[in-house]
């Protein structure tokens, strides 16, 4: 199959979505897929083969902030190229709402459209306004993915329709074959993600700190992620201020690592969440969640099965959670056994065939309307005929949990790293 | 200004609303050609589901009960005239969550030569149609949005083609072919 994908943010800005497309996209190569992926990119940086330079994005205000957007006559020639020459079975686009590239993709297809839609936060309400001005491009998409049934419920809110949830890819294998540090272990309490953004939450986590510590003397926390440090501790008693360590900015391997030791990761992130890769992240290398009740976060861990839920922005309880978690092994260990079931379904292996079995369906829709009216409602015999075929096409595609032990074999590339923050 | 250069703007606005309405209509066709599409793409996974189901149920690894209703079932949902599809093709859901209520049968599917392959393809035909039919009354939607519209409405713009319907069923796969299905 060949496969053109869009991705609307700057390819070497981190970000969730850039993420979620380079795994998708090494997933598909990997299944034997041809895979091409636009995305914009400063002149001379330095891309993976499959990635396409779609030039510089411009900042502009948008939506209440800056943004980094492909817009005008130069993008548009460049994507309307790419999409010509690219021959593409299904061009699949992420984000498409956002004045961006894969907005000017939609404008340039005439073949079978996918899209993914990742935001669902309140914030993007004014956005979602503007989409009756959209509404004549987003009619070209054929299949819409929300990346859970949180981003489903805001899209048909907002725009009507409907969409098949299908959550964002964690190479499961990865994090849980990681190797634990000794000195991260031992009574640690792990927080990933941006140090000066309040919306991650690590306020809380610090306000709730005294209490924890005050119960479990021994606890430290170890916190992974750019920003100011001493700031985060500013609000800390001074004799309590190296019950906290910053490791800064980590890679993909020391992030696993990191969660294959701590005894409890906790995300007190405030909202604006779609999905919550990182909790998956956590659950796959084994570490017991803690982590606001967001109803996100709540999808994610199995209503409160695979991990704990707190009250959000509550301190005082997140304190009590925690201590109770620090201090019951057995509460540890059962979460750990339904968390190591729970991810599964978010390994790549699983999520990469159903987004296949996406592309699948839209372009077997089309090629048989395309071929006329009459092999759309084909004979009884034609048509298990043709059933035969793309059903064990898709057993291979689907490869359960067999298929998905042979990919955590593979090395995984480390060419680039994740930094976090 | 002079009478001709009114002439001139009238017939600049009509030349707009032209392209305008030509632009819509355009819009219409290509709605309509997308629902298509994803009727015949709902259609072949309707087909592919009842189509493997007949195959278990005549291959006898099946209990004859289950045989039976799984095969009257499937027979029923491939054969419905158009009107009566939506409640067939429903209780040919339930016969399928009926038969594949416990992981036992599965199991027991699994065990005879091929029949892993059967279940792999069933699991892969009742997680699509679900999918197939979310995509086709997307399309449906949004071409009757546009339709009720006036200038829609007005100029006629649909032309004879027949007010697209949103295909309505039970499509609930059987629990233990979708340990996934838990809202993630």
């Given at each position: 199959m060949r496969i053109g994908i869009v991705c609307p943010y700057s390819w070497d800005v981190p970000g969730g979505v850039q993420f979620h497309i380079r795994d998708l996209a090494e997933h598909l190569i990997r299944s034997g897929h041809e895979v091409s992926v636009l995305a914009p990119a400063e002149e001379g940086s330095l891309l993976?083969?499959?990635?396409?330079?779609?030039?510089?994005?411009?900042?502009?205000?948008?939506?209440?902030?800056v943004a980094r957007l492909n817009f005008g006559v130069l993008s548009a020639a460049r994507t309307r190229r790419w999409v010509n020459e690219g021959g593409?079975?299904?061009?699949?686009?992420?984000?498409?709402?956002?004045?961006?590239?894969?907005?000017?993709?939609?404008?340039?297809?005439?073949?079978?459209?996918?899209?993914?839609?990742?935001?669902?936060?309140?914030?993007?309400?004014?956005?979602?306004?503007?989409?009756?001005?959209?509404?004549?491009?987003?009619?070209?998409?054929?299949?819409?993915?929300?990346?859970?049934?949180y981003a489903r419920r805001t899209l048909v809110e907002h725009l009507g329709g409907d969409a098949v949830v299908i959550p964002n890819g964690v190479d499961v294998d990865f994090f849980a074959s990681a190797e634990p540090k000794s000195e991260w272990q031992g009574e640690t309490i792990g927080f990933v993600g941006r140090i000066d953004e309040s919306r991650?939450?690590?306020?809380?986590?610090?306000?709730?700190?005294?209490?924890?510590?005050?119960?479990?003397?021994?606890?430290?926390?170890?916190?992974?992620?750019?920003?100011?440090?001493?700031?985060?501790?500013?609000?800390?008693?001074?004799?309590?201020?190296?019950?906290?360590?910053?490791?800064?900015?980590?890679?993909?391997?020391?992030?696993?690592?990191?969660?294959?030791?701590?005894?409890?990761y906790v995300a007190p992130n405030l909202g604006g969440e779609?999905?919550?890769?990182?909790?998956?992240?956590?659950?796959?290398?084994?570490?017991?969640?803690?982590?606001?009740?967001?109803?996100?976060?709540?999808?994610?861990?199995?209503?409160?099965?695979?991990g704990e839920l707190f009250p959000n922005e509550d301190a005082d309880a997140l304190a009590e959670a925690c201590v109770r978690l620090l201090s019951d092994p057995e509460r540890r260990a059962e979460l750990r056994a339904h968390a190591s079931r729970h991810v599964r379904r978010f390994d790549w292996s699983t999520v990469g065939a159903d987004i296949l079995a996406v592309y699948e369906t839209v372009i077997e829709g089309a090629a048989r309307s395309a071929a006329g009216p009459d092999t759309g409602s084909a004979g009884p015999d034609e048509g298990s005929d043709a059933g035969s075929d793309a059903g064990s096409d898709s057993a291979v595609a689907g490869g359960t949990d067999s298929g998905a032990a042979a990919t955590g074999q593979r090395p995984r590339s480390t060419g680039w790293r994740r930094p976090w923050g | 200004m002079t009478t001709f250069t009114w002439l001139i703007l009238a017939a600049a606005a009509l030349l707009l609303i032209a392209v305008y309405l030509s632009w819509t209509a355009g819009r219409l066709d290509r709605l309509h050609s997308r629902i298509d599409a994803a009727r015949a793409a709902l259609d072949?996974?309707?087909?592919?589901?009842?189509?493997?189901?007949?195959?278990?149920?005549?291959?006898?690894?099946?209990?004859?009960?289950?045989?039976?209703?799984?095969?009257?079932?499937?027979?029923?949902?491939?054969?419905?005239?158009?009107?009566?599809?939506?409640?067939?093709?429903?209780?040919?859901?339930?016969?399928?969550?009926?038969?594949?209520?416990?992981?036992?049968?599965?199991?027991?599917?699994?065990?005879?030569?091929?029949?892993?392959?059967?279940?792999?393809?069933?699991?892969?035909?009742?997680?699509?149609?679900?999918?197939?039919?979310r995509f086709h009354n997307d399309a449906v939607r949004a071409?009757?949005?546009?339709?009720?519209?006036?200038?829609?409405?007005?100029?006629?713009?649909?032309?004879?083609?027949?007010s697209p319907q949103a295909f309505e069923m039970d499509d609930e796969p059987p629990a233990v072919l979708d340990d996934r299905s838990n809202p993630a």
């Open positions: 993976p083969p499959y990635v396409v330079s779609a030039g510089r994005a411009v900042p502009v205000p948008y939506n209440g902030s593409f079975d299904v061009l699949h686009l992420h984000e498409p709402a956002a004045p961006s590239l894969a907005l000017l993709a939609c404008w340039a297809a005439s073949g079978p459209v996918v899209a993914t839609f990742h935001t669902s936060n309140p914030r993007s309400r004014a956005m979602m306004a503007a989409y009756p001005i959209l509404q004549a491009a987003l009619e070209k998409i054929s299949a819409r993915i929300a990346v859970s049934e991650k939450g690590l306020p809380v986590l610090m306000r709730a700190l005294p209490e924890i510590l005050r119960r479990r003397p021994g606890a430290r926390l170890l916190v992974a992620g750019r920003g100011d440090e001493r700031e985060a501790v500013a609000g800390l008693p001074e004799e309590l201020r190296d019950r906290v360590e910053f490791l800064g900015m980590v890679s993909d391997e020391d992030k696993a690592r990191l969660l294959r030791s701590v005894d409890v779609s999905f919550g890769i990182i909790l998956v992240e956590a659950m796959s290398a084994g570490a017991p969640v803690l982590a606001s009740d967001l109803d996100a976060f709540a999808q994610v861990l199995d209503g409160g099965r695979a | 072949a996974q309707l087909l592919r589901r009842a189509s493997v189901a007949q195959e278990l149920a005549t291959s006898g690894v099946l209990d004859p009960a289950a045989s039976m209703v799984l095969h009257q079932a499937a027979h029923r949902a491939r054969q419905a005239e158009e009107e009566e599809r939506e409640v067939a093709e429903s209780e040919f859901s339930q016969a399928l969550r009926a038969v594949f209520a416990d992981q036992a049968q599965v199991a027991a599917v699994r065990e005879v030569p091929g029949g892993e392959e059967t279940i792999e393809e069933l699991t892969a035909a009742v997680r699509r149609v679900p999918m197939a039919r071409a009757r949005a546009l339709r009720r519209h006036r200038k829609v409405r007005l100029f006629r713009l649909a032309g004879h083609a027949v």
